[in-house]
T-cell receptor, first 113, second 114 residues
Framework: NAGVTQTPKFRILKIGQSMTLQCTQDMNHNYMYWYRQDPGMGLKLIYYSVGAGITDKGEVPNGYNVSRSTTEDFPLRLELAAPSQTSVYFC????????????FGPGTRLTVT | AQSVAQPEDQVNVAEGNPLTVKCTYSVSGNPYLFWYVQYPNRGLQFLLKYITGDNLVKGSYGFEAEFNKSQTSFHLKKPSALVSDSALYFCAVRPLYGNNRLAFGKGNQVVVIP
């Protein structure tokens, strides 16, 4: 049982390039989330999904897009990368809302130069 | 909207001494409260949660937390700290009813000194 997996682990992008951060979970969780973590700022929610075909914006969605075509996968797309998107990105999942804790992937460290 | 405050940037404690990491929250209605730990270059790991009932909740690795509704606090505690407890600790809150979003605090770095 792998839990939540993310690829790649590290990536360096040039300004204006695009990329997709991959996230897969094998726990059959309905809810999935994307966060970014910046030093001293905690985690900020970018997008989340309550099931296949349903996504919604979080606190900081600008510059990002998501899709959820299957229960397992929740990719995050960066279009026209900017230095402000330099961060560590975490994907998480939970069985449903409410009292259920979220399970986190190992993260992707992205640098935009 | 919900929010979490973790007032200290870093908590230093000697090995074997009690460890406390402070958290206060703001949320409409009753809260779900969580503590997570992050080791270097790793994702967050769940430690414990408060849903309802007993104000003292016990979690992984000997940690516990006390919910105090009047002070809107949810402090994390461990009676005897280990060097291996050195990590970044996050408090998080969401309301019982409403949106699906967890609000995280900025995190506290805990350093346990041998």
């Amino acid at each position: 049982n792998a839990g939540v997996t993310q690829t790649p682990k590290f990536r360096i992008l040039k300004i204006g390039q695009s990329m997709t951060l991959q996230c897969t979970q094998d726990m059959n969780h309905n809810y999935m989330y994307w966060y970014r973590q910046d030093p001293g700022m905690g985690l900020k929610l970018i997008y989340y999904s309550v099931g296949a075909g349903i996504t919604d914006k979080g606190e900081v969605p600008n510059g990002y897009n998501v899709s959820r075509s299957t229960t397992e996968d929740f990719p995050l797309r960066l279009e026209l990368a900017a230095p402000s998107q330099t961060s560590v990105y975490f994907c998480a999942s939970s069985p449903q809302q409410g009292s259920y804790e979220q399970y986190f992937g190992p993260g992707t460290r992205l640098t935009v130069t | 909207a919900q929010s979490v405050a973790q007032p200290e940037d870093q908590v230093n404690v000697a090995e074997g001494n009690p460890l406390t990491v402070k958290c206060t929250y703001s949320v409409s209605g009753n809260p779900y409260l969580f503590w997570y730990v992050q080791y270097p270059n790793r994702g967050l790991q769940f430690l414990l949660k408060y849903i309802t009932g007993d104000n003292l909740v016990k979690g992984s690795y000997g940690f516990e937390a006390e919910f105090n509704k009047s002070q809107t606090s949810f402090h994390l505690k461990k009676p005897s700290a280990l060097v291996s407890d050195s990590a970044l600790y996050f408090c998080a809150v969401r309301p019982l009813y409403g949106n699906n979003r967890l609000a995280f605090g900025k995190g506290n770095q805990v350093v346990v000194i041998p």
